[in-house]
């Protein structure tokens, strides 16, 4: 069993606690349904009601009654279990849980540290890249950039533009 991210609540919605969220996931009629459960920072939590606006789950959980209790999850992560048989996709597709802990490895740099976590954007992902005495490197997860994943050799070889290591970005 794997635990990946599905979503973020980004904030509530109305005054009967339900809230808004983020979908990270590539099939979220799945895994927004009234019955779901989560895994948070928090504890687990179950979604009892599900509807959808505008392209995002407005999801009402167990023990939320109203908009005071759903203001305290706002950027709360929710995950949950699922088989490793799962987490395989296409060629050029990679489940967040595959890639964190990865080397990345760029071509003139040499290693520039380990993948902490991914961020999900409008147009691609970011590697979020953990580098001993800096900040993180944040690396796009596009063609351009990445030669490689190599999920044998637990790397990421990378072609990165002169310059986007340099840039300590908080």
Do not use: C
């Amino acid at each position: 069993m794997a635990e990946v991210v599905v979503g973020r609540i980004v904030r509530p919605h109305g005054l009967r606690g339900e809230v808004v969220v983020e979908v990270r996931t590539d099939d979220p009629e799945v895994r927004f349904r009234p019955g779901a459960e989560y895994a948070t920072r928090n504890g687990p939590m179950k979604a009892v009601t599900v509807r959808w606006h505008q392209g995002r789950p407005m999801v009402g959980f167990e023990g939320v009654p109203g908009r005071t209790e759903a203001e305290a999850l706002r950027g709360v992560i929710l995950s949950v279990e699922i088989d490793e048989d799962e987490l395989e996709a296409e060629d050029d597709e990679f489940h967040d849980a595959l890639l964190i802990g990865l080397a990345v490895v760029d071509r003139e740099a040499g290693e520039i540290g380990t993948v902490s976590r991914i961020d999900h954007g409008a147009a691609y992902e970011t590697l979020v890249v953990k580098r001993k005495g800096r900040l993180p490197a944040l690396i796009p997860f596009v063609a351009d950039m990445v030669d490689e994943v190599d999920l044998e050799a637990e790397t990421i070889k990378v072609d990165l533009p002169p310059g986007l290591l340099e840039l300590d970005l908080p």
